[in-house]
């Protein structure tokens, strides 16, 4: 959450935050917001009313628009069409925002 990310011009966060709490993924947010990057590329759930905070270490889905993250509508939205439980996370998506858009 605080190592300095290498120079690249995308970050890739495919299935993580998920496991993080929510300050670890603000942490993560922020650290990606100082690597210099263009664009951040990860899983948000967009349909997800509300965002449980939980242990670092199990899962629950986030919708990254909602509080306490804000960010905003992604540029590109890649949709996973997810099966898993029975269609309960159908929702699921890979979701592009320019890093400059993660709020400080």
């Keep these: 959450m605080v190592d300095q990310l290498p120079p690249a011009d995308a970050v ?3 299935d993580c935050l998920v496991h993080l709490s929510n300050t670890l993924v603000l942490q993560a947010l922020a650290n990606i917001r100082r690597s210099g990057a263009r664009w951040l ?3 948000t759930f967009l349909e997800r009313t509300k965002n449980e905070d939980i242990p670092t ?3 629950r889905p986030l919708n990254l628009e909602l509080a306490p993250f ?3 509508k992604p540029a590109r939205v890649i949709l996973e069409h997810c099966t ?3 269609g309960a996370c159908a929702d699921k998506a ?3 925002w320019p890093v ?3 709020p400080a």
């Design 41 to 43: 590329l990860t899983t």
């Design 57 to 59: 270490g199990a899962w």
């Design 12 to 14: 890739l966060v495919r």
């Design 84 to 86: 898993e439980a029975n």
């Design 100 to 102: 400059e858009a993660i």
């Design 94 to 96: 890979l979701a592009v």
């Design 70 to 72: 804000y960010l905003p």
